[in-house]
């Protein structure tokens, strides 16, 4: 077997000195690699050929500071939007803790990713489509290893056969996915008839779908039977009495009107950030609060601590006027962006007339949904400004290959989000939804990457493989780490410890130190075959 080869790849990097600016701007102009994951500004084209920065020293404090930006908005998102909108629709519907975080935790995180179309895979050149799966590789190394760690900090005692199911149900896809992935496909048009090797592909494709799809309809049914088994109905409830209810109640729905709240209380409420981030230090709260009091406009928040549940009318229309316009960047189509403006409008004029601003709907479920999803398009533009940030200037100063790069030095966002959701529902005591939410981002980084990777086009006439020398040596730690770690959650009667986390730790920095020797060329990669 052969592997794409990056070593001659023309690389956005300082490898020899630069007189001034205008030599660095005509190298980032000239070189493709330098604006391979921009995605809203190209911070070195405005630095060098905007601003003709003498040092890149400036460059790297600027860099740092608006990635501390990111993170600190990302927060914002991920705890007091994003967050209390997924606990609402957690106790609402009925399943299982874990099986709720199971199955939809993944789907609202990584969604926007799906859709979105990344550019390195448009470039049929210099095989830079392997970056893509180089990227899906270290990502599920990193979302893994992280939400593990951030389990066992405060120790969780799993179920045996959930854990055995997930972690079988992964280590089986991944070597499904390695084994397909690694295959040489010769895919190019012939005589406007495409190659066989083309219908192989998408025939796999359908079957990580089919198997995935069916794993998560068993996973919703036996949560859904385990909800009703160990919460069943109370059927000697007496029936609800509507009788003393307002009279426009039967239209206007089942709950009452609080007159004793006022419409300007409740919008105070909702925006006040300095109020709602009382959880959060002072300093950070403060520089935070002109970001919560913006975002307070666009995404509800519906949870149980506030007054009717967090419904706030003006907010929630207002957010289906702005929603479709989040999505542009996404490229959904003209056609399709219409329909969802024509959609979303609609559906927001049917709610400013048919709810009251003091009156709680009997549905608040779907106002949930909307925040959800609106807050986490917002965190994933903020982690793609943070790997734009941090691939432009790591293969800048560096001259890393493009695959290491994208294997050692990205998913920093994604990572500290996780972080953050699975410590706040360890804190809630929801242990089993943190450890749903951590097989759901490996699960899902598995299942889905396959499809992605035909649906970007990241297989082409060009780029036959798509493994390189350092993705194959994270791919061997990635069976390392999943196949000890369940054997050590097993021979600890299934809780997540702290020597599993000081093992973890211990991996992750041999793997990295092994990267990184590799990157001095010191070592050779798993997969490399040296020739002198």
Same mark, same amino acid.
């Given at each position: 077997m052969s592997f794409v080869d990056h070593s001659n790849v023309t690389r956005c990097s300082l490898h020899k000195p630069m007189n001034n600016a205008s030599e660095v701007c005509e190298l980032v102009r000239t070189t493709v690699t330098c604006g391979l994951f921009v995605h809203f500004m190209n911070y070195l084209k405005v630095a060098f050929c905007s601003y003709h920065l003498p040092f890149v020293s400036v460059y790297a404090l600027t860099s740092f500071l608006l990635v501390l930006a990111n993170f600190a908005i990302s927060y914002l998102l991920a705890e007091y939007f994003f967050m209390?909108?997924?606990?609402?629709?957690?106790?609402?519907?009925?399943?299982?803790?874990?099986?709720?975080?199971?199955?939809?935790?993944?789907?609202?995180?990584? /969604?926007?990713?799906?859709?979105?179309?990344?550019?390195?895979?448009? @470039?049929?050149?210099?095989?830079?489509?392997?970056?893509?799966?180089?990227?899906?590789? &270290? @990502?599920?190394?990193?979302?893994?290893?992280?939400?593990?760690?951030?389990?066992?900090?405060?120790?969780?005692?799993? @179920? &045996?056969?959930?854990?055995?199911?997930?972690?079988?149900?992964?280590?089986?896809?991944?070597?499904?996915? %390695?084994?397909?992935?690694?295959?040489?496909? @010769?895919?190019?048009?012939?005589?406007?008839?495409?190659?066989?090797?083309?219908?192989?592909?998408?025939?796999?494709?359908? /079957?990580?779908?089919?198997?995935f799809f069916m794993v998560l309809v068993v996973a919703f049914v036996i949560s859904h039977y385990n909800f009703w088994k160990t919460s069943p109905p109370n059927d000697d409830e007496p029936e609800e009495d509507f009788s003393n209810l307002e009279s426009d109640a039967e239209v206007m729905g089942r709950y009452p009107k609080q007159r004793n709240l006022k419409r300007s209380k409740l919008w105070w409420r909702?925006?006040?950030?300095?109020?709602?981030?009382?959880?959060?230090?002072?300093?950070?709260?403060?520089? =935070?609060?002109?970001?919560?009091?913006?975002?307070?406009?666009?995404?509800?928040?519906?949870?149980?601590?506030?007054?009717?549940?967090?419904?706030?009318?003006?907010?929630?229309?207002?957010?289906?006027?702005?929603?479709?316009? =989040?999505?542009?960047?996404?490229?959904i189509g003209p056609v399709a962006w219409l329909m969802l403006v024509s959609t979303c409008w609609e559906t927001s004029a049917l709610v400013f007339i048919s709810t009251h601003s003091l009156r709680r709907p009997d549905y608040v479920w779907p106002y949930a949904l909307l925040g959800l999803i609106i807050s986490s398009v917002a965190m994933r533009y903020l982690i793609q400004e943070v790997e734009n940030l941090t691939w432009q200037y790591v293969s800048f100063r560096f001259d890393a290959m493009p695959d290491l790069v994208a294997l050692t030095c990205f998913g920093s966002g994604e990572m500290f989000c996780e972080v953050v959701i699975v410590w706040h529902l360890v804190q809630r005591k929801s242990f089993d939804a943190a450890f749903g939410v951590v097989m759901s981002m490996a699960t899902y980084g598995v299942f889905l990457a396959f499809p992605q990777l035909l649906w970007h086009g990241c297989y082409n006439s060009i780029s036959h493989i798509i493994v390189t020398g350092p993705t194959e040596t994270c791919i061997h730690f990635l069976f390392i780490i999943f196949g000890?770690?369940?054997?050590?959650?097993?021979?600890?009667?299934?809780?997540?410890?702290?020597?599993?986390?000081?093992?973890?730790?211990?991996?992750? &920095? %041999?793997? =990295?130190?092994?990267?990184?020797?590799?990157?001095?060329?010191?070592?050779?990669?798993?997969?490399? =075959?040296?020739? %002198?």
């Open positions: 209390p909108n997924f606990v609402t629709l957690m106790d609402i519907f009925p399943l299982t803790n874990f099986g709720f975080s199971y199955l939809f935790f993944g789907l609202c995180f990584f /969604m926007p990713h799906y859709l979105c179309v990344w550019r390195s895979c448009e @470039d049929k050149v210099e095989h830079l489509s392997a970056l893509q799966f180089s990227r899906m590789t &270290g @990502d599920l190394l990193r979302h893994f290893v992280v939400g593990v760690m951030a389990l066992c900090v405060r120790g969780h005692r799993v @179920d &045996g056969v959930t854990i055995w199911s997930c972690m079988v149900f992964i280590l089986l896809g991944f070597g499904y996915l %390695i084994t397909v992935a690694s295959k040489k496909y @010769d895919i190019y048009h012939l005589n406007d008839k495409i190659n066989q090797d083309m219908h192989l592909l998408k025939f796999r494709v359908l /079957m990580f779908l089919f198997v909702a925006v006040n950030g300095y109020g709602n981030m009382k959880s959060s230090q002072m300093c950070l709260g403060i520089v =935070l609060v002109p970001f919560y009091f913006l975002a307070a406009h666009m995404i509800p928040v519906l949870a149980a601590d506030r007054p009717l549940n967090g419904w706030n009318k003006y907010v929630n229309c207002f957010s289906l006027v702005v929603f479709p316009f =989040l999505y542009i960047p996404v490229g000890f770690s369940l054997f050590h959650v097993s021979m600890s009667g299934y809780e997540f410890r702290m020597s599993l986390f000081f093992y973890l730790l211990a991996v992750t &920095g %041999i793997y =990295l130190i092994f990267q990184w020797m590799t990157y001095y060329n010191w070592v050779h990669s798993f997969a490399t =075959l040296y020739k %002198i």
